[in-house]
Structures are given as C-alpha cells and as structure tokens.
C-alpha cells in the first residue's frame, strides 16, 4: 500500500485507542464545565477516578500549563482558549464569514455571532460585538447550553432522530428563566417547528431581558454545520420586529456564508 492512498480508521476500541488521553480530556472537559475551579475530590467523582488518578491527570496538566492549583481548587488556563483561538481564528469560513457579521451588527447595532454544537452546547465560533451592554459576557470559545439558546435550537434541529435522540437523553434541562423550556416533549415540538420554520428564537430563557433570533448555515451538502443569530434586549426589539426587520438580512447574511462552500 502506497503512502498515498493509505487511510487512518479505528472504532476507537482497537490498539490505537489511548485510553489515558480519553480520560484526561475528559478533565479538561469537567473543568471546562466549572470556571471557578474544582478540588481534587470533585474532579474525581465527576470523571469517575480514584483519587490517585485524577491527582495524577490534574498535576499533569498543571505542569505542562493547561491548568492553574490555587489551594486545593484547580482551574483551566488560559492556554487552552489560546489555542482554540488560533484553531478559530485560522479556519477560513470564519475568516470568510466576518464581514458579513460585522455588516448585520453595524445595520442594527446588535451582536451578531455564529456557532457550532458541541455535545450538550453551542460554542461560540465567531462573533461582531455590538456596543449595547449585555449582561452576559460572551467571546469565542463560549459554551451556552443548547436547549435554551436561538442557535442551539437550529442547531438541534439539524440532527436526525437519533442524533436528537441521544441529545435529549444526556441533555439537562434546567431552568433558568420561567420562559425555560424543561419538559422533552414540549422542546421536541419546539425544534420541529425550527425544522419547518428555518429559523429559530430564543425569547428570554436563558436570562431575562436576553432575545435572539437565529438561522442555520449550511454546508455544500446541504448538512447544517453552523448557526448564526443576531442577539438584543427586550427593551430594544420585540420578538416581532426581529423577525421583520432581522431575519430577512439574517438569512441573507447567512446564505453568502454557505457561498464559501461552493467555491471549495
């Protein structure tokens, strides 16, 4: 077999399977989880180690500087977010994607973002800030819970019925505004309607006072790959005015976007 047309494939259970590395990114993933840091005891209830495992896995990516010790607390560095930005930052759709975002947050004076999922979240992929004061901070590499959030509705409904299936499954549904949608029946009827709509909104329920409207890009195949949405107060626009006034230039916006895949 040729260099060339040798191909890498495991079922992620054979030889090349690095047990080790799964659990130690699933560290990485439970700090992630908890900005303020966690103690050793609790970083190894929620992996499932021993003490001595997680000791081992903490102190690890302490020293080689993914992860900072305050006492007996351990948290993620900065280094990680460090390297997703340059990841980010160097993926040419979002390069592609920045004007038009900028052009939709300067026509309304509103953020306009874009994001992927990612298990239970959405994370921030892209974002034009607007100058209006948010009182969540959001950047790229920020992690929303999918269910509540206008994008991780398009999202949702970009996956099959298993796909979605297994997401409800997992999925915690807490809520977080009384507008919070908890029940799986009723966010399974919810993502319908995104399916058949092509769009979705979030109307306070992951803070009070917080709207957005989102739509979906789409890759060459016709796979929805991303998300994109424009995001307000309730002071500034009703649910209805997004709609008029926002998601005509949102789906515009977003099908120049998708024109990056069709010169690739």
């Not at 107060?233 to 005015?241: C, F, I, K, L």
Request: charged letters at 20%; a neutral charge; glycine letters at 8%.
């Amino acid at each position: 077999m040729t260099i060339e047309t040798e191909s890498i494939e495991s079922d992620g259970r054979g030889r090349d399977h690095v047990g080790s590395l799964v659990k130690g990114l699933g560290v990485v993933e439970i700090l992630a989880a908890h900005p303020s840091g966690l103690s050793l005891t609790e970083v190894a209830s929620e992996a499932g180690l021993t003490r001595a495992g997680a000791r081992r896995f903490l102190l690890t990516l302490v020293a080689a500087g993914y992860a900072t010790q305050n006492g007996r607390r351990f948290q993620l560095s900065s280094r990680l977010l460090t390297i997703a930005r340059t990841w980010l930052q160097g993926t040419p759709l979002w390069t592609f994607a920045e004007p038009f975002m900028r052009g939709l947050s300067a026509a309304f004076n509103e953020s306009c973002s874009a994001a992927i999922l990612a298990g239970e979240d959405v994370v921030y992929v892209a974002r034009a800030p607007s100058r209006a004061i948010l009182s969540v901070t959001l950047h790229v590499g920020t992690r929303l819970p999918a269910y509540c959030t206008s994008m991780g509705k398009v999202l949702l409904a970009g996956l099959d019925g298993d796909g979605f299936a297994a997401f409800l499954e997992k999925a915690s549904l807490k809520p977080n505004t009384p507008k919070t949608i908890t029940d799986p029946a009723a966010l399974r009827e919810a993502i319908e309607k995104v399916r058949r709509d092509g769009f979705a909104v979030a109307d306070e329920e992951l803070e009070l006072g917080l709207r957005s409207i989102a739509v979906p890009i789409h890759d060459g195949t016709g796979r929805i790959v991303a998300a994109l949405n424009v995001s307000t107060q309730t002071a500034r626009m009703s649910v209805a005015e997004m709609k008029r006034e926002i998601l005509p230039k949102l789906k515009e916006a977003a099908a120049r976007i998708e024109d990056y895949f069709l010169v690739q």
